[in-house]
């Protein structure tokens, strides 16, 4: 027997993958539930990277940062100022990107000439070695007998005594312009020697490489010049970004959440649910209240939340009965379920425990139904049982009722004068007045116990679905009830694991090939939670 229920047999089967894709109260959920309303650029640094919009943004995004993240800033800083001896220490990665050029500009002089010659005068030895054009087109004017001998000084600073002099008034030069950009950059009148080259080739790379990872975060999140920042607080920038990893791999959906709920014409109500912060009942709850299906959507809940009365098949009209107040009930009697009451000196209808109906006669007969209806069924002369299979105290969702199959028969022990609490309508013989419709002719056996109802069987526990995960992302970037239904979903299977193996089988679903310290540390509360 199939019990259809009331309040949602004309609801389809609820399905457990998203039914509505594209649905504007779906998306807005999910919006709601990925932090669209609670994510905020100071709280959630990620936020303002409006240049992710897809996965493989995040994953370059997730890349650079690693990148930044394997040198460190404060480090470096420090290794760079022990080679710039009692020069300024740089602030920000600009100034050390700057300090670290010149420095291997120095470097690259002093395979030409001898450090002595920062303390020499530049431009003099310059102009010296200069061709005669050019110290016309500057306004130089030299004795010969100067030229000469600051020629022959410039010549004492070169490592190679056959030097060319256009090679040795390039090799000049350049020191003129390191030993200009050391003093406006460093502020300090000291020469920028290298004591130690593979001090500042280890540095100089490391700072390239922070060059390139900064630039590609900057690209990603405007409106912030990380290059000018000073280090201590590009380096809390960097570890902010990597405690929000998280919301940097939900940038995608929500960019296109985002998207589409504005070309649905809801960008008024994401502004003003933006403002509230709203989490997902909320936002449905503003969502429903403008399109005025709010009333509608709590009438749904109501219905779910309380217990229902199951809806018959096939209605069959047993009695009118009436009753003390003006309201009539109207019996409804599914055709399997077969009434059949047995009228003794003490008759009682015997049904099973959430569905009693209790006919009983007596000197003072009187008709025993649920308080919150009283009814009292017309008998004739002599008092007969009443049947009522709808008024019941409590109802099962599949009632079943057992009774001796014999025709209804008032039997009354023969009293002077009984007194009935109901109306009594004479008439000349005793007749039933609610006809009790039986709908199989098998009632003339002498006992046959009703059929017990076919209940469905309820179909085996459903394998929950595989939740999203890309391969090789961040273990840091799933949450928590992600990793759970992860683990979950593989536990699933039906093949018996120990924790260990539960462990490898999920570090094998998130792309990695072997277990780490983190993936263990990040996995092991979602095993304890499955396995608990």
């Given amino acids: 027997m199939t019990v259809n229920y009331l309040n949602d047999a004309d609801n389809p089967a609820v399905d457990a993958a998203p039914s509505s894709v594209g649905d504007p109260r779906e998306d807005l959920g999910r919006y709601a539930e990925l932090g669209g309303f609670t994510l905020t650029a100071e709280a959630n640094p990620w936020y303002a ?32 100022a022990a080679l710039l001896g009692d020069a300024a220490t740089p602030a920000t990665l600009t100034e050390l990107t700057r300090l670290t050029a010149i420095l291997q500009r120095a470097h690259g002089t002093s395979t030409a000439l001898r450090r002595e010659v920062y303390d020499a005068d530049l431009d003099a030895l310059t102009a010296a070695l200069a061709p005669a054009r050019w110290r016309r087109e500057q306004g130089v004017k030299l004795p010969w007998g100067r030229r000469r001998a600051l020629r022959a000084e410039a010549k004492s600073f070169a490592l190679d005594g056959r030097v060319r002099r256009a090679e040795l008034l390039d090799a000049v030069r350049t020191a003129a312009a390191t030993h200009a950009d050391w003093t406006a950059a460093a502020g300090a009148a000291t020469r920028p020697v290298v004591t130690d080259a593979a001090g500042l080739s280890s540095v100089a790379q490391a700072v390239e490489e922070l060059g390139q990872a900064v630039r590609t975060l900057a690209a990603l999140l405007p409106g912030q010049s990380l290059d000018t920042l000073p280090l201590t607080e590009l380096a809390d920038l960097v570890d902010r970004l990597a405690a929000d990893e998280g919301t940097l791999y939900r940038l995608p959906s929500l960019r296109a959440l985002h998207t589409a709920l504005a070309d649905s014409g809801l960008g008024e109500l994401l502004a003003e649910l933006a403002e509230r912060q709203a989490d997902r009942e909320a936002a449905l709850a503003a969502y429903d209240r403008l399109n005025g299906t709010a009333t509608e959507a709590a009438a749904i809940q109501a219905l779910a939340a309380g217990p229902r009365e199951p809806e018959v098949a096939e209605p069959v009209e047993v009695a009118a009965v009436e009753v003390a107040e003006p309201v009539e009930v109207e019996a409804v009697v599914e055709p399997e379920l077969e009434v059949v009451a047995e009228v003794t000196p003490e008759p009682e209808a015997v049904v099973e425990p959430e569905l009693e ?68 309508t004479p008439e000349p013989e005793p007749a039933v007045v609610a006809e009790i419709a039986v709908a199989k002719p098998e009632l003339a056996e002498p006992e046959v116990e009703a059929e017990q109802p076919v209940v469905e069987e309820s179909k085996p526990a459903r394998r929950p679905k595989k939740p999203a995960v890309t391969a090789g992302r961040a273990v840091t970037a799933y949450e928590p009830a992600e990793l759970t239904a992860l683990v979950r979903w593989i536990d699933s299977d039906g093949t018996d694991r120990s924790e260990d193996e539960l462990l490898r089988a999920a570090v094998k679903e998130l792309g990695f090939s072997r277990v780490g310290p983190r993936l263990k540390e990040a996995l092991a509360p979602a095993i304890a939670e499955v396995r608990a």
């Fill in 49 to 80: 990277a409006q240049a992710v919009a897809t996965s493989e943004d995040a994953r370059a995004a997730s890349t650079a940062l690693a990148e930044l993240r394997s040198h460190d800033l404060i480090a470096t800083r420090d290794s760079l």
């Fill in 357 to 424: 109906v209790v006919a009983e006669v007596t000197p003072e007969p009187e008709a025993v139904v649920e308080p919150e209806l009283e009814v009292v069924a017309e008998v004739a002369p002599e008092p007969e049982a009443v049947v009522e299979p709808e008024v019941v105290a409590e109802v099962a969702p599949e009632p079943e009722v057992v009774a001796e199959p014999v025709e209804v028969e008032a039997v009354v022990e023969p009293e002077p004068e009984p007194a009935v609490v109901a109306d009594v």
